[in-house]
């Protein structure tokens, strides 16, 4: 049984992102079964259950606001980890949601554990946090953006990992 871990900004009452969630969690329902175990970490798990069943195949798992040592853990216990949040690569909403995106994904990396950002955007940056998005996100397996122009930002950030675009899944969301 493949265990996922999706990484995003869930249950935080974003009406985006949990269009996005929802339809992430049915594309890896189709690609890998209906028995792959599913992992969504959150702030706020009571939010998060407005609109997530969980079940022998999902389970939410609440996540401090000092999030290194719970992202790690629930890293190592993974076997495919995925960064779902749309707005991943910007620090618009502030550095610590990103700083948690690419803590997920430097912990993957380190443990050997593939990892993949999924219908994600890329933003402005500050210049610190544009070269933690350089260093880490390379180290991604590969990124798959929600238009040409957020792999372009990221491009022009020096990201080497893979990168391809698609529409925002987000789209599927009934």
Do not use: H
């Not at 690609?31 to 389970?59: C, D, F, H, M, Q």
């Not at 996540?63 to 779902?84: E, G, K, N, Q």
């Amino acid at each position: 049984m493949i265990e996922v871990l999706m990484v995003g900004y869930n249950g935080a009452n974003n009406t985006g992102a949990e269009a996005l969630l929802a339809a992430d969690i049915e594309d890896v329902r189709a690609v890998l079964g209906p028995g792959a175990r599913i992992t969504v970490p959150s702030l706020n798990p009571a939010n998060l259950r407005r609109y997530v069943t969980e079940g022998p195949a999902l389970r939410i798992e609440p996540m401090p606001t000092v999030f290194f040592a719970a992202i790690r853990r629930m890293v190592r216990r993974s076997d495919l980890v995925l960064l779902v949040e749309g707005s991943t690569y910007m620090d618009s909403w502030g550095s610590p949601l990103l700083w948690m995106y690419l803590w997920a994904s430097r912990c993957a990396a380190k443990a050997g554990i593939p990892c993949m950002a999924y219908a994600v955007d890329a933003g402005t940056l500050k210049p610190f946090n544009a070269d933690l998005v350089r260093r880490v996100a390379s180290r991604t397996g590969l990124i798959v953006t929600r238009n040409r122009a957020a792999a372009g930002r990221l491009r022009a950030f020096g990201v080497s990992a893979p990168i391809l675009s698609t529409a925002d899944n987000a789209f599927t969301f009934q």
